[in-house]
């Protein structure tokens, strides 16, 4: 059988998807004129099914075809009006819309759209496709929304539903009532949908649900109803998800459940010993609940079990010597539980578990090992030879890595953790890594010396080796991880230059931290078009020149990180075109001359946190550049949630993993320095004191209606403060102090309940202090270096007496350019 669906690699170019539907549209027509005996080419191609009677296309399956490109409303393939099944999945479409023309295809009973990089949101012309049974649109990495139509439009809609998959589909909505009258689904999946409120129980009681995948919504909640042994349930999922209640002892009941999955969640009481029961049993996932008593002995009977996973549980007594009885587990984690220490026990079971290929101990706090935590590599790990993924982390595991282990699975092993623990290092110079097929490696937070470890796999997802004490410069060989996602170097004494590969050796990576070294010289100007990346962080290093131009070709930037370097530019203003930059830090460098204004009033649309700060800018204040920061003038926040980048998933073993990488800084606040490991969704901030800004403050600021921190201090700033200030409802932090504004402190800033810092020292202010809510708890500092000013918290009382000097009083002026030079 011929095929026209090529296999990707990065030698060959990505098909048009228009050019090859035409292809086939040109070849289908034949059947019209004669020829409809007649097996024609392209009905034999791999992906196309034809109607052997009339010829007509109805099943087109283009997965994994490589193919790029727009789908737009005039695309050849709604002329293919016979499809009975469309399947585009894993292919690139450029983040182009789902057009309405995909009403078009009116026969559709399976559509499948996943993994393709669609975007905005999904048509309501998509729900006229009545005859659906199967609707596949997720993991489309968050872009797609379906909120407008909504998810009970969806339910009302799409009556014939059997399979309904809308993964990583941004909904933002409750579970509608609805989707329980779906008398036929078979299978859903609404995983990280940003779903909340309460799930509606009366779905788990549906006749043909077998599959139930709720996962990473991080707001919904519910409960486990109780079950009737007339359910088909094969695999329940809610991990990290808000359930809560107690596991009914009818969950017996679900004789054909393989998986359950219940991690990161709020499920509490014990353990039922019906759990026992479950024979076909193959995945049980307990961890992050806050379950009591004792561990069941029963678990021993599930002699299915594959996988067994406890973490941050409650659990009295001891770990029951009945896992032994397991045999058939192959991955097995029991980590930072609090069994209790009471009782003596030991895991000499483990090594009958002669078919582990996943073993997680991290942070392990179980007795029968030397000490709380482990606080060497266990022995057991002599005898195996065939683990996949080993995790040690978080233990006190101290010394140098011994030699047996580097022998331990050495052609099988793909994700190792030992981060967080005392580890020093290798125990040589070069230390070429053992394990053939490593993707992952997790190292960071310890306290390792010498060179970097140079990877002997070139398929490395995760190379993490912060917060320890490396040195040397990075090695060539990370050039060749042209799968790479995330590398974190961040926090070590490394040096010497960045690699000219650094920006274009690996178009999947997301994550790139090297903050906290010793780097030198120019950032490389080599980052591709077509990069993955979201995340740069740089600072903390000796890097010099300019900002590369080459990151404009970086659109899915969202955090940037150059501050504390020796960068010598003016401001980039061109970074303004990157859609989706949320954050940009360029503090402590040579940055010098004016801000120019936005050419198109559309830069920087996303931007929440700008830190200019400690350079040399020069000019008025970029007001036509407020204008343009939407992200900053949303107030609503209905979800706390932290801003973070989310790495592709991977596969180890069968099981999913989301990667993160949140954003982390140190900001000045509130008047001092304060370090942010993760931030929040409802930060936005303007840092940009410590420069050479002059003129007024524009009232353009007061538009940005969802900023929290405004820090301006230490520029040359005069005029007055804008009374229109008081439209900040949210702001916290308001920081003017050493300038040269002149005037009253406006009343309307008595309106700001949220304010909880205001610094306008060292200024040229008069008059009265606001009085009443929030400024009857602020700091007499705060004023000082304004002696026009009177009322609380000063000493000095308003009144005739006690009049204000005049604004051009050349005494005060002095003073104050004084003070501003000192400061």
């Known amino acids: 059988m011929t095929s026209v669906l090529p296999c990707c690699n990065s030698g060959k170019a990505l098909p048009s998807f228009s050019v090859l539907l035409k292809i086939i549209l040109q070849l289908i027509p034949r059947l019209h004129h004669g020829a409809r005996k007649k097996k024609i080419a392209s009905c034999l191609w791999d992906g196309i099914k034809c109607n052997e009677d009339t010829g007509h296309v109805i099943r087109l399956d283009l997965t994994s075809s490589c ?21 585009l999945s894993n292919n690139h479409f450029n983040f182009s819309e789902i057009p309405s023309e995909i009403k078009n295809l009116s026969r559709l009973t399976a559509l499948s759209l996943s993994n393709s990089s669609f975007s905005g949101q999904i048509p309501a012309e998509l729900l ?9 649109l997720s993991f489309n990495n968050f872009h797609l929304k379906l909120q407008n139509p909504s998810l009970a439009n969806l339910a009302d809609k799409l009556a014939n539903l059997k399979v309904l998959h809308l993964g990583q589909v941004n909904i933002a909505s409750t579970v509608p009532h609805a989707l329980a009258n779906l008398s036929s689904l078979f299978f859903l999946s609404l995983t990280d949908c940003l779903l909340q409120g309460e799930f509606p129980a009366e779905i788990f009681q549906l006749l043909e649900l077998a ?7 991080h707001h919904l909640t519910g409960y486990l109803p109780e079950f009737h042994n007339s359910s088909v349930l094969v695999d329940l999922r809610l991990s990290h998800t808000r359930f809560s209640g107690k596991i009914p002892n009818s969950i017996e009941n679900l004789e054909s459940l393989y998986s359950l999955g219940i991690r990161g969640c709020s499920f509490s009481g014990k353990l039922p010993l019906s759990l026992g029961n479950l024979t076909k049993l193959n995945h049980l996932y307990l961890s992050g609940n806050d379950f009591s008593g004792e561990l069941p002995a029963s678990l021993g009977k599930l002699s299915s079990l594959k996988t067994l996973e406890i973490i941050l549980c409650n659990f009295s007594g001891k770990v029951p010597d009945s896992l032994g009885n ?18 003596s026990y030991s895991l000499s079971w483990i090594p009958k578990l002669n078919q582990l290929t996943y073993l997680d101990l991290s942070g392990s706090k179980i007795t029968g090992f030397r000490s709380c935590n482990i606080s060497e590599f266990p022995y057991f790990l002599h005898n195996q ?14 010394g140098q890595v011994p030699q047996w282990l580097l022998n331990v699975s050495t052609k099988s092993l793909e994700y190792l953790n030992f981060s967080d623990n005392l580890l020093s290092g290798f125990g040589q110079d070069l230390f070429v890594l053992p394990w053939s097929k490593m993707n992952t490696l997790d190292l960071g937070f310890n306290k390792l010396q010498g060179p970097l470890p140079v990877p002997s796999s070139v398929s490395f997802y995760s190379y993490l080796v912060s917060n320890n004490q490396l040195t040397g410069e990075i090695p060539i060989q990370i050039c060749s991880l042209n799968g790479l996602h995330a590398l974190d170097l961040s926090y070590n004494n490394l040096s010497g230059m960045l690699p000219d590969c650094l920006g274009n050796f690996s178009v999947e990576l997301s994550a790139l931290k090297l903050q906290a070294n010793n780097f030198y010289g120019i950032i490389p100007q080599t980052f591709m078009n077509g990069t993955n990346l979201m995340m740069i962080d740089f600072s903390n290093n000796s890097l010099q020149g300019r900002v590369p131009k080459s990151l404009a070709n970086c659109v899915k930037l969202k955090f940037l990180h150059l501050g504390d370097n020796q960068i010598t530019d003016v401001f980039p203003s061109w970074l303004g075109t990157l859609p989706e930059l949320e954050v940009l830090i360029l503090k402590f460098n040579n940055f010098h001359g004016e801000i120019e204004e936005p050419q198109t009033g559309f830069e920087f649309p996303k931007l929440r946190i700008i ?6 800018f020069t000019g008025n204040l970029p007001s036509k550049h407020f204008h343009c920061w939407n992200g900053m003038k949303d107030i609503k926040a209905s979800n706390l949630t932290y801003l973070q980048v989310k790495l592709m998933p991977y596969d180890v073993l069968g099981f999913t993993y989301y990667g993160y990488a949140d954003y982390s800084l140190t900001m000045s606040n509130k008047g001092i320095e304060i370090e942010y490991p993760k931030l929040s969704n409802l930060i936005a901030a303007i840092i940009l004191l410590d420069n050479n800004f002059v003129g007024e403050i524009p009232t353009s600021i007061a538009s ?24 900040l409802t949210v702001i916290e932090s308001l920081d003017l102090s050493s300038n040269k504004l002149t005037g009253q402190i406006p009343q309307q800033l008595a309106e700001l309940t949220s304010l909880a810092f205001f610094d306008v020292s060292h200024n040229h202010l008069r008059g009265a202090i606001p009085q009443g809510t929030q400024f009857s708890t602020f700091a007499n500092d705060w004023f000082a270096g304004n002696p026009g000013l009177c009322g609380e918290p000063l000493s000095r009382k308003c009144g005739n007496s006690e009049a204000s000097p005049a604004e051009d009083d050349p005494v005060i002026s002095e003073y104050e350019i004084v003070h501003s030079k000192q400061g």
């Open 211 to 217: 599959f139930l995948t709720l996962t990473y919504n």
């Open 385 to 398: 030879d065939q683990l996949v993924s080993l995790d040690l982390s978080s233990n006190k595991i101290a």
């Open 326 to 343: 397991l045999t058939q587990l192959n991955s097995l984690t029991i980590s930072v539980t609090n069994f209790s220490e009471q009782n």
């Open 128 to 136: 006229e496709l009545s005859k659906l049974e199967s609707l596949d």
């Open 704 to 727: 940005l209606k969802g900023l929290r921190t405004l820090n301006l201090s230490n520029n040359n700033l005069r005029g007055y403060i804008p009374s229109t200030f008081n439209n």
């Open 611 to 616: 830190d200019l700060s400690h350079n040399r």
């Open 67 to 87: 193919l790029y490109g727009s789908i737009n409303s005039s695309s050849s393939l709604f002329q293919l009006v016979h499809l009975e099944w469309l399947v």
